[in-house]
């Protein structure tokens, strides 16, 4: 990371709720054609989320700790603040002296970008301003949030529109929070109602509809230059597993995610 750092543009993409067992079943019946296509063997990797909700999960990958791999074992993080004794850090690892990833980049010239999805990055409260407080530009509006059916392509003409205002030689890192995933999501699966609630169904559907658009939001942040990209859940949900329904509690659906990271190369 300390050669991707200050070379490439940056995107950190949070499929907000994403349960690992459904995004891997999906990819692998093949229904998730352009986001397979850029994962590494087309396939995710199984991760422990560092929260179980979207405010605290967020809170620990912008300091640096993404989702870490489902096995045992000390496993280097790509990102890390400096702090003695700490057994994740590496020569590989961008380590910082800022508080959070975010200013740290910053400090390095990037301008930082925050393209809100669920309540928490909305700016309508004290707490809803917190997240996004950290990056030099944010974005939030109705279209956005979790009860918009287009919320992604909105998200993603938001994102088109920053890029294209970027001095050409001005680095990016681009946070972009996906909303479509979360509850609700019935709308996303034709025929489904709001009488019939949430499901599994409908919540592979919204993964469906977020595999249609993203060619166009990678093909903006690689439209510069190199981009290093990490695409992975924030936590995941429980649909009535064990009993549970939601998130914020310690169910192995919550708790496991999907989570992949490669490079997006400039378009041609």
């Known amino acids: 990371m300390n050669q991707v750092v200050g070379r490439d543009d940056l995107l950190l993409l949070t499929l907000d709720t994403l349960r690992y067992d459904v995004a891997a079943e999906l990819a692998a019946a093949g229904r998730l054609p352009n986001l397979t296509a850029r994962l590494p063997g087309g396939t ?30 000390r496993h280097p993080r790509l990102f890390a603040a400096r702090f003695a004794g700490s057994e994740t850090t590496e020569e590989r690892t961008f380590v910082f002296d800022a508080p959070d990833l975010v200013s740290a980049l910053a400090e390095r010239g990037y ?8 309540g928490f990055f909305n700016k309508r409260g ?9 990056f030099r530009e ?3 509006e109705p ?3 979790v009860a918009s059916p287009i919320s992604f392509e909105a998200q993603v003409v938001r994102v088109e529109r920053v890029v294209a205002g970027l001095p050409a030689d001005r680095r990016l890192f681009l946070f972009l929070n996906v909303s479509a995933l979360h509850q609700p999501n019935w709308f996303h699966l034709p025929g489904a ?5 949430d499901s599994l169904a409908t919540h592979a559907a919204a ?9 166009r ?7 510069r230059r190199r981009c290093f990209a990490v695409v992975c859940s924030d936590h995941g949900t429980a649909y009535g597993d064990g009993g549970y329904t939601g998130h914020r509690l310690g169910h192995e659906a919550v708790w496991t995610v999907p989570y992949r990271h490669f490079f997006l190369e400039p378009s041609a």
């Open 138 to 140: 944010s974005h939030w």
């Open 207 to 215: 993964l469906e509809y977020v595999d249609r658009h993203i060619p």
């Open 193 to 197: 109602t709001r009488e019939a609630g």
């Open 143 to 145: 279209e956005f949030s």
């Open 111 to 118: 301008h930082t970008v925050c393209v809100g999805g669920v």
């Open 217 to 223: 939001l990678f093909a903006a942040m690689s439209s």
């Open 126 to 134: 004290a707490l809803g301003g917190v997240l996004p407080g950290l």
């Open 44 to 73: 995710w990797e199984r991760r422990h989320a560092p929260g179980s909700f979207t405010y605290a999960s967020h809170q620990a990958m912008f300091a640096g700790f993404l989702p870490t791999p489902a096995a045992p074992g």
